[in-house]
């Protein structure tokens, strides 16, 4: 029986490592597809979101029979619940990535704005957090994911920074109107980006210490 658990949690580690390297590849490309200007890449990212939700529900599934079977305790099962949490952030963080390819193509004639915005500071910032959370599960590494919370915060001030100087680009320049109103709604979504990685990041801190951060203003503060 030990050893058909261990190898049951062994699989639901491998699926979901699987699971978050794909997640973390698509919105690696989602932000190179908007740099570029690559409406191909953006096709690739959308097909690979069928898996993404196809991995959803193995994970599901393997969580509720490894609880049903075994009924685990301490860390292993507070690995299977956080696998749980954290399933449910990657595949929220792939359709971000599917959200963003959306905007590629009518910003394509409008570069200089997408630059002038400051949006794609804000996207390496908010991919950055994405790649600590993710490596933070990935190596039970809570000191890693209580560093994340600092990040957020550049973040949200980015979100408020590119929705003010939209406002006064529509104002000045009522041409404008509708490539910065997709990048008012792309800053959403790289916004909504770094929160599911603070949100991984409080998963990872209750795994690993046993500590429920319920807010993620106190990731970093202590």
Known sequence: ????????????????????????????DAF????????????????????????????????????????????????????????NQLERCGDIAVNITQRVKPLIDYKSLVEESKILEMGKV?????????????NRDSNLAEQIGEKDNIVDNY??????????????????????????ILSRHIERLADHSTNIAEDVIFMVNAEIVSHKHKLGHQ
């Not at 029986?1 to 997640?23: C, P, Y």
């Not at 509720?64 to 749980?84: G, H, K, M, S, V």
């Not at 979100?159 to 109103?181: G, H």
């Open 159 to 184: 979100n408020k920074n590119i929705f003010r100087f939209l406002i006064e680009r529509m104002k000045l320049q009522p041409e404008l109107i509708e490539p910065a109103a997709h990048l008012i």
């Open 126 to 138: 908010a991919k950055s957090m994405f790649k600590d959370a993710i490596d933070s599960f990935i």
């Open 32 to 87: 190179s597809a908007l740099i570029n200007s690559d409406l191909e890449l953006c096709r690739k990212i959308k097909t690979r979101d069928r898996e993404i939700d196809a991995y959803d529900n193995l994970i599901k599934t393997q969580c509720e029979n490894i609880l049903a079977l075994f009924q685990p305790f301490a860390i292993d099962l507070r690995f299977i619940l956080t696998a749980l949490m954290v399933n």
């Open 1 to 28: 029986m030990q050893k058909h658990f261990e190898t049951e949690l062994e699989n639901l580690k491998i699926n979901i490592t699987k699971m978050a390297s794909i997640v973390e590849q698509m919105v690696e």
